[in-house]
């Protein structure tokens, strides 16, 4: 079975600081892929992000990066100089069987 | 850029009525998905949809619920009698065939009201 933990309910933060939401996840598979989606209140869901398990190697794409740990089956995500358009629910999610598992998701919160 | 579509956006209907919603996936995608999303609660697998048949289903997924490909572009879930738990954001999604990790890409729901 896949779970995906997101431990943060809510963030809040002031513009331009940066914020790093935390992934836990679980899966017996050896090969699965994780992302990140962002939901902003208008409520689609944005995809951002996707890492495969077998490349652990970190990226920067724009004013996001991310952080895939194995070791400890963590999927960090952060947004560097946080603006209030990034103001959103964002959920983590696993891929396994062809279908995504879903985190609780973490609301982040920028202020002006 | 191609994305998922979905109607209605938001829908009213009373206890027991049956409801259809409709979406239309990316036009080279082989996989769709419907997932829902209680207000305020993560979002939840529903149903897979492949080669014009249900590949795997959820708990949630009841008899009430029913999928359908009814031409080469529309993907519809339908609800027989809704029930006042059914009042959710649905989402419909697809992936391309290639590859297991493939992005599933989301439209931007149909958010339906029971009362």
């Known amino acids: 079975a896949q779970k995906v933990t997101q431990a943060q309910t809510e963030i809040s933060v002031v513009e331009k600081e940066d914020v790093t939401l935390d992934c836990v996840y679980e899966?017996?598979?050896?090969?699965?892929?994780l992302f990140w989606y962002k939901q902003p209140p208008s409520g689609e869901l944005v995809f951002l992000i996707r890492r495969n398990s077998f490349d652990e190697q970190n990226e920067i794409s724009g004013r996001y990066s991310w952080n895939f740990q194995k070791s400890t089956s963590s999927f960090n995500f952060t947004i560097t100089a946080s603006q209030v358009v990034d103001s959103a629910v964002y959920f983590c999610?696993?891929?396994?069987?062809?279908?995504?598992?879903f985190g609780a998701g973490t609301t982040v919160t920028v202020r002006a | 850029e191609p994305e998922v579509t979905q109607t209605p956006s938001h829908q009213v209907t009373q206890m027991g009525q049956e409801v259809i919603l409709r979406c239309v996936p990316i036009?080279?995608?082989?996989?769709f998905y419907w997932y829902r999303q209680i207000l305020g609660q993560k979002v939840e697998f529903l149903v897979s949809?492949?080669?014009?048949?249900?590949?795997?289903k959820s708990e949630i997924f009841d008899d009430q619920f029913s999928v359908e490909r009814p031409d080469g572009s529309n993907f519809t879930l339908k609800i027989r009698s809704t029930k006042l738990e059914d009042s959710a954001m649905y989402f419909c999604a697809s992936r391309p065939q290639q590859g297991p990790g493939n992005t599933i890409y989301f439209g931007e729901g149909s958010w339906l009201t029971v009362v």
């Open positions: 949809f492949y080669n014009n048949e249900i590949s795997e």
């Open positions: 999610a696993l891929m396994g069987d062809y279908k995504l598992s």
């Open positions: 899966t017996r598979d050896t090969t699965y892929y």
């Open positions: 036009s080279n995608h082989l996989y």
